[in-house]
């Protein structure tokens, strides 16, 4: 079993930056690839990165490459998301979530966070 915990969200105006974090406990942090999520109100969740166990590689949506970044601490069992240069359609809940697969939108995520609101105003 692992938990997660979001926080950092908040609200910007579009063009400002925010800076989500993910904090797990129970077993083994390294042993999951990690990912962000987010819903936005009347939408579906859709996936916006993942990292692998070892944080050598990433994945992105299209919609928010270049901008987010996601990076892991496991000294820490910390996962982050950098977002830069949002956009009033980066508004959603964000979640953050644990897979024992390839970090991709396609995987199973087995384990997930309760969500942070991120408001990006125009």
């Known amino acids: 079993q692992v938990q997660l915990v979001e926080s950092g969200g908040g609200l910007v105006q579009a063009g400002g930056s925010l800076r989500l974090s993910c904090a797990a406990s129970?077993?083994?942090?390294?042993?999951?690839?990690l990912g962000w999520f987010r819903q936005a109100p009347g939408k579906e969740r859709e996936f916006a990165a993942g990292?692998?166990?070892?944080?050598?590689?990433?994945y992105y949506a299209d919609s928010v490459k270049g901008r987010f970044t996601i990076s892991r601490d496991n000294a820490k069992n910390m996962v982050y998301l950098q977002m830069n240069s949002l956009k009033p359609e980066d508004t959603a809940v964000y979640y953050c979530?644990?897979?024992?697969?390839?970090?991709?939108?396609?995987?199973?995520?087995?384990?997930w966070g309760q969500g942070t609101q991120v408001t990006v105003s125009s």
């Open positions: 979530a644990a897979t024992n697969e390839i970090p991709t939108r396609l995987a199973k995520y087995d384990y």
């Open positions: 990292i692998t166990r070892n944080g050598f590689k990433t």
């Open positions: 129970g077993r083994t942090f390294s042993n999951y690839g």
